[in-house]
């Protein structure tokens, strides 16, 4: 079956960097394009970034763009998102979402991982 | 890169029905045919429920159903249970944009 592990998250201060990374097992990891997606505290949902499956296109929210960074490593079935100058307003759980390319759409999610950006 | 519109509640009793609107733009919902519902009860990770406006992954109760017109898609729940009882969000794809998500609507049964 799916599944979908992210790890990374915890208390950074404004300004500064973290790498969330997402393991991905139960279907061929280098066939699909990978999501991340967040949820600031008692918000909805928010689409962070997309990369195709084998990580020739990349895709950013406004938001984000130039600060956050999609990547994958195929060899290692495993989804990173380098996040740098951190803001408040990117505290959330952030989610990584397998894609489902034909319908493009979010078909497997993991549990997510909290990120709090805070002095 | 602006959300879609979603009511921010809707409710109904257990055997009604309660539809959910998720209204976008030209580039986005009335664009493409690539419309998703998510449920979400709380704590916990979204669950797609619907994908391409009205197609039900295996699994899904045939209660969960979805339509689109121009720039707004529904999602509609029949039979409402107890279950039910949750945030849904839509999504859309959005070309060059990525993707975008609505604000979300809690449902709940009475």
């Known amino acids: 079956q799916v599944q979908l592990v992210e790890s990374g998250g915890g208390v950074v201060q404004p300004g500064g960097s973290l790498r969330l990374s997402c393991a991905a097992s139960?279907?061929?990891?280098?066939?699909?394009?990978m999501h991340w997606v967040r949820q600031a505290p008692g918000k909805g949902l928010e689409w962070v970034a997309f990369?195709?499956?084998?990580?020739?296109?990349?895709y950013y929210a406004d938001s984000v763009k130039g600060r956050f960074t999609i990547s994958r490593d195929n060899s290692k079935n495993t989804l990173y998102l380098q996040m740098n100058s951190l803001r408040a307003e990117d505290t959330a759980v952030y989610y990584c979402?397998?894609?489902?390319?034909?319908?493009?759409?979010?078909?497997?999610w993991g549990q997510g991982t909290l990120v709090t950006v805070s002095s | 890169q602006s959300a879609l519109t979603q009511p921010p509640s809707a409710s109904g009793s257990p055997g009604q029905s309660v539809t959910i609107s998720c209204t976008g733009t030209?580039?986005?919902?009335?664009?493409?045919?690539?419309v998703s519902w998510y449920q979400q009860h709380p704590g916990k990770a979204p669950k797609l429920m619907i994908y391409?406006?009205?197609k039900r992954p295996s699994g899904v109760p045939d209660r969960f159903s979805g339509s689109k017109s121009g720039n707004t898609a529904s999602l509609t729940v029949s039979g409402l249970q107890a279950e039910d009882e949750a945030d849904y969000y839509c999504?859309?794809?959005?070309?060059?944009?990525?993707?975008?998500f609505g604000t979300g609507t809690k449902v709940t049964v009475l």
């Open positions: 979402a397998k894609d489902d390319e034909a319908a493009a759409t979010c078909d497997y």
């Open positions: 139960g279907f061929t990891f280098s066939s699909y394009g």
């Open positions: 990369i195709r499956y084998d990580g020739s296109n990349k």
């Open positions: 030209s580039s986005d919902v009335g664009g493409y045919n690539y």
């Open positions: 391409e406006v009205s």
């Open positions: 999504s859309s794809y959005a070309g060059s944009n990525g993707y975008v």
